[in-house]
């Protein structure tokens, strides 16, 4: 697959949904989800970025961790899904899939203002220098 570098704040936005999904297949070790992250397309997602969202992963009680002994190397702490992390997962796929829709539609659509109905009406309304400073 083609390695992207995707925009940071776009990553923010969906790598937790991300990793609960990957989480839905069973319980699993920090290396094998970046793995399957960049594998999925993500490109490669760091330990820093990664294990600190694991640990509010389960903060928010959506995953729980099990250390498990290594076949003759060091143990590996295992994620797993919770009841509420199946829930959570379903309700951010859901919105996912709407977000994802809308912003296409709006994306789809640039550059086509001036054939739309009404859009010409309506101009963008610029911030004051006043609000641009609060």
């Known amino acids: 697959m083609t390695e992207h570098t995707w ?12 990793v609960l999904r990957i989480l839905a297949d069973g319980p699993t070790y920090g290396y094998a989800i970046a793995a399957r992250l ?6 490669v997602i760091k330990g820093g970025t990664l294990y600190p969202l694991l ?3 389960e903060t928010g009680g959506l995953v729980t961790v099990e250390w498990r002994a290594g076949d003759g190397g060091p ?26 829709r809308t912003t296409g539609g709006l994306v789809a659509g640039i550059g086509a203002g001036a054939e739309r109905p009404g859009v010409a009406d ?9 609000e641009e400073n609060r």
């Open 7 to 18: 925009p940071s704040e776009w990553l923010r936005g969906v790598l937790d949904v991300c």
């Open 38 to 43: 960049a594998d999925g397309g993500l490109g």
């Open 55 to 57: 640990g509010r992963l």
């Open 75 to 100: 143990g590996r702490k295992y994620y797993d899904l919770t009841d509420a992390g199946r829930d959570e997962l379903a309700q951010r796929a859901a919105l996912w899939e709407a977000f994802t």
């Open 122 to 130: 309506h101009p963008v309304r610029r911030p004051t220098p006043t």
